[in-house]
Nanobody, 128 residues
Framework: VQLQASGGGLVQAGDSLRLSCAAS?????????????MGWFRQAPGKERDFVAE????????YHTDSVRGRFTISRDDAKNMLYLQMNNLKPEDTATYYC?????????????????WGQGTLVTVSS
């Protein structure tokens, strides 16, 4: 599975951005993108990579970490093999490189060890 994240940039506090993650390939025969749990993580300069949000197969179950809940929304378009992160009311503390990740087993996934495939990251910088 190959993941390509995009959509980052330099914005001002209060602005919005939508990150995208394009998925290609398959983890195993018969295991399509629609069956994966997908997630977003972020890594601020000098800090560890942190979980941001996950979305299970079928989009019925999503979870956002406390610091972004109400501002960020994870979503997916299985027909296009795409994952999104809509980020509203951005704050300077949201500045980080954002990574998308895939768990091909479709299970609970809120830790890095739950994910087998990672995108290359896209940088989001929020100025005050």
């Amino acid at each position: 599975v190959q993941l390509q994240a995009s959509g980052g940039g330099l914005v001002q506090a209060g602005d919005s951005l939508r990150l995208s993650c394009a998925a290609s390939g398959r983890a195993a025969p018969g295991r399509a993108f629609s069956s994966y749990t997908m997630g977003w993580f972020r890594q601020a300069p000098g800090k560890e990579r942190d979980f941001v949000a996950e979305i299970r197969p079928g989009s019925d179950i999503t979870y956002h970490t406390d610091s972004v809940r109400g501002r960020f929304t994870i979503s997916r378009d299985d027909a296009k093999n795409m994952l999104y992160l809509q980020m509203n009311n951005l704050k300077p503390e949201d500045t980080a490189t954002y990574y998308c990740a895939a768990n091909p087993h479709g299970t609970y996934a809120r830790l890095e060890i739950h994910y087998e495939y990672w995108g290359q990251g896209t940088l989001v910088t929020v100025s005050s």
